[in-house]
């Protein structure tokens, strides 16, 4: 395989619509659109101005068979997605005209692109950093609209600008040390509190960008929000209320739900991936046992717990051991039925439960209107997430790669301290520093490793 082949792909989803659209990209992209291309009008492929859409014949390569009309543009190299020369053709959608055009294509000599692979391209070629790539991803499989917007940012280069600074920043560090160490007699060595003040400014800011990991992670996946009690509490009810939908079945037979239930609801910009899960109880049952099994698997990797109790009756020996199983996750108590009366007041309910964590009264199944307190509750759970807001120009990192690459840049500008404090002469800190400068380089990707690059990739759709 050529390194820099030209590969195609249909870069819409298969179905029944309105158009596709097929991408070419590479070297060779116009004359191999060429075989099967005719503009309208008279000019050739080569003749088109680039990135401007011309009504053109798609014909059959061996007899030229017309297989359809479609609008296609050459977007010449470098000013392309990949950075190659581009040719996009917008066919009509369904499940033959695309492939029936993709298959003169590969006739001709293109090769089936593979996941990711025109991204990849438009990195290796310098269009994107590893960010930006990372951030198409993340914008295509954006499920909020505050997920939307940090992909958006990152994508038009906000976060790389961020970690870029800091670079810089331990760049000129570096620079100086250098220098140092290269003309004694003409530069002045920094003394010791200068050195650390340097080194505690790049850790700062560091942590400024990990800080805002947890923000980024839960804008890009979601706040993962288990919904857990014992049988009958209303839990399949609270569900219904959050995702204003009839998604999980509701009975008064308690055990109702065995499989978790999956769905999610937007709230304040949010994405809250809500799981419900079966009523945690002693059981005989082989099937409830499972579902027992798997709401405590739930509850182990949530993000969140909602914990609900039946507020017109005593807290039981039941609802203690659910709530001790949760008891240090992130939790609001939601006391429900309120409708049926209170059995106590909402701080008796704390202080049952022996907890200073929030307790929500709520009305998930109202006898007539919409269910009550859930507005409340939205509010709150954004809050726990979300502080303060997210002020217009804010963004986040928001993968484990971003955050383990800053993580290694810590923990080796930290060593540098401990390292100054233990008599180690500042050229010596240089190396260290060179080591600094690469780990931040990997989160943008100037200085990742392949198997690396392999990784982020892998997660793309073909045909981007
Ligand atoms: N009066 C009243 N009834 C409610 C309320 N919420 C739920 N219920 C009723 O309580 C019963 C159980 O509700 P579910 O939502 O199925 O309870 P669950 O916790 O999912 O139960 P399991 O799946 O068996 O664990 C149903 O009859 C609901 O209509 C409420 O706010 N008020
Ligand atoms: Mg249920």
Redesign the pocket.
């Known amino acids: 395989m050529k390194e820099f082949d030209t590969i195609g792909a249909i870069a819409t989803p298969v179905g029944v619509g309105g158009i596709a659209i097929i991408r070419i990209s590479g070297e060779d992209a116009e004359s191999m659109a060429a075989r099967i291309a005719f503009p309208k009008g008279g000019k050739d492929i080569y003749g088109l101005e680039s990135h401007k859409l011309t009504l053109s014949d798609i014909r059959r390569i061996s007899d030229g068979e017309l297989l359809d009309e479609a609008l296609v543009a050459v977007m010449r190299a470098p000013h392309s997605y990949t950075g190659e020369t581009v040719v996009e053709i917008n066919c009509h959608g369904g499940y033959f005209a695309a492939e029936s055009i993709m298959e003169e294509l590969f006739k001709a000599g293109v090769r089936q692109a593979e996941a990711g692979e025109f991204t990849r391209r438009s990195f290796v070629n310098g269009k994107t950093d590893l960010i930006g790539a990372e951030s198409v991803i993340d914008l295509i499989h954006a499920n909020s609209s505050l997920g939307q917007s940090n992909a958006a940012k990152a994508l038009s280069g906000k976060l790389s600008q961020k970690v870029e600074k800091i670079r810089e920043k331990a760049m000129d560090f570096a620079s100086h040390l250098s220098a140092v160490a290269d003309f004694p007699d003409e530069i002045d060595e920094m003394e010791n509190v200068e050195l650390e003040k340097r080194i505690d400014g790049l850790v700062c800011d560091i942590d400024g960008m990990l800080d805002g990991f947890a923000k980024g992670r839960i804008m890009r996946d979601g706040i993962l929000t288990a919904i857990a ?12 209320a959050l995702s204003r939908t009839d998604r ?10 065995r499989d978790t239930v999956e769905e999610y609801v937007n709230i304040n910009g949010v994405a809250l991936r809500l799981v ?4 945690i109880r002693e059981s005989d049952n082989s099937v409830e046992k499972i579902g027992i099994e798997k709401a405590k698997e739930a509850i182990e990797n949530a993000d969140l717990c909602l914990f ?1 109790l ?1 507020s ?1 009756c005593e807290i039981s020996e039941e609802d203690l051991e659910i709530f001790d199983y949760i008891r240090g996750k992130n939790t609001i108590v939601i006391l ?5 009366g209170m059995y106590a007041d909402s701080d008796k309910f704390a202080e049952l439960l022996k907890t200073d964590t929030d307790c929500f009264v ?6 007539d209107g919409a ?1 009550l307190g859930i507005d409340v509750l939205e509010d709150r759970i954004t809050r726990m997430f979300m502080g303060g807001g997210i002020s217009k120009d804010e963004v986040f990192i928001s993968n484990d790669r971003q955050k383990n690459a800053l993580i290694k840049a810590k923990d080796i500008a930290q060593g540098m301290k401990t390292a100054l404090y233990s008599g180690m002469p500042a050229d010596m800190l240089y190396v260290d520093l060179e080591e600094v400068i690469s780990a931040l380089g990997e989160v943008t990707g100037v200085t990742v490793q392949e198997e690396i690059i392999d990784r982020v990739f892998e997660r793309f759709c073909v045909g981007k």
């Open positions: 009690g014992r049988p009958n509490v209303g839990k399949s009810s609270l569900l219904n999980a079945i509701v009975t008064d037979i308690p055990g109702t739900t419900d899960t079966a009523g609900v039946d017109s429900n039925k309120t409708d049926m709520c009305t998930a199944t109202p006898k269910p």
